[in-house]
């Protein structure tokens, strides 16, 4: 058996492949650590952290390492407004942002479980607002869920927004943390990168 050079040893490690046999089926089960390697979508990526009155937005550029932050924005929207005109300005940032971005994915976070009526309802028209402009776009769509965005950036599922804040920070390079609902949609844009296809 070919002795394997040392470069290629570091290949199979950042893909999580053993280098020998007997390691190798052990190693098939573990999922890899996202590398460029192992990523199935290098796009620009519009994440998306939806809320009625903030939602969250982050334009990263996944198509190469390291990954960059192009931009970032919280739609702060007070009591002033009515709920039709906050859906509207959510449609509008994601749309501006788009377009300026060239982005052809968005990540967004899933429908989750609450006890309140108001509040699922206000989740749900938000999130309806973002995907109806994407839809027309043409942007291909990722759905996660909260659980499964921190699991992909910060390792485990239950991290604090604080946590997957620094986790952003690091991955971007950034000199300072964003502003938590624009750090929840950044992590939406990097689960995105980690683990879609196509």
């Known amino acids: ?36 390697a192992g990523r199935g979508c290098r796009a620009i990526i519009l994440g998306i952290d939806p809320s009625l009155r903030g ?3 982050a334009v990263v550029d996944a198509r190469a390492e390291p990954m960059r932050l192009l931009a970032s924005v919280t739609v702060k929207l007070g009591p002033k407004f009515a709920p039709f ?3 509207g300005r959510i449609a509008d940032e994601v749309e501006r942002l788009a377009r300026a971005h060239g ?10 479980y609450v006890q309140n ?22 942007v291909k769509v990722g759905e996660y869920a909260p659980a499964r965005i921190k699991l992909a950036v910060a390792g485990h599922g ?5 946590q997957v804040g620094r986790m952003i920070r690091a991955a971007l390079g950034l000199p300072a943390e964003l502003a938590l609902d624009e750090s929840d949609a950044a992590a939406a844009a990097l689960c995105h990168a980690f683990t879609a296809r196509g």
């Open 103 to 112: 982005v052809t994915h968005a990540a967004i976070e899933e429908t989750i």
């Open 55 to 57: 939602t969250g937005l």
């Open 1 to 36: 058996m070919a002795r394997k050079s040392s470069r290629s040893l570091w290949t199979d490690k950042l893909r999580g492949v053993a280098a020998n046999p007997a390691g190798a089926k052990a190693n098939r089960a573990r999922k890899a650590a996202p590398t460029m």
């Open 158 to 162: 239950s991290a604090k927004k604080e």
């Open 117 to 138: 009526f108001r509040t699922a309802q206000a989740m749900g028209a938000s999130r309806g607002a973002a995907l109806s402009v994407l839809a027309r776009l043409g």
């Open 85 to 87: 005109e906050c859906l």
